[in-house]
């Protein structure tokens, strides 16, 4: 079984700063992408960053110059450090992962999500 837990939301003002993690832990061979989502009050569910399984970095256009990911292998963690933050960032949080569990298993996991406020 693998699981990922989120961590680092939180209540910021505009212009600030803050810095999630999302932990993989459990049956883990592999790692093949890694995937920060989030969610705003009545949005649909939105990609904003993350590692392709071709280890290319991606953001959405609107958080492009402001967030950045990083990831620590030996970890099996992944970091959004958000700056310049937006009211409009206000949103869920939630981590997304491909991982190989086993020889040839692959699932797609999901964390428990992260609350983002940012206040004006």
Partial sequence: QVQLTESGGG??????????SCRAS????????????RQGPGQPR??????????LLKYADSVKGRFA???DN????MYLQMNSL???DTAVYY???????QPFSYLEVWGQGT????SS
């Fill in 69 to 71: 990911i990083s990831r």
């Fill in 86 to 88: 937006k009211p409009e």
């Fill in 74 to 77: 030996a970890k099996n963690t």
């Fill in 11 to 20: 209540l910021a003002q505009a212009g600030g700063s803050l810095r999630l």
């Fill in 46 to 55: 939105e990609r904003v960053a993350g590692f392709t399984s071709d280890g």
């Fill in 26 to 37: 459990g049956s883990i061979l592999s790692i093949n992408a890694m995937i920060w989502y």
């Fill in 115 to 118: 609350l983002v406020t940012v």
């Fill in 95 to 101: 981590c997304n992962a491909h991982v190989e569990d």
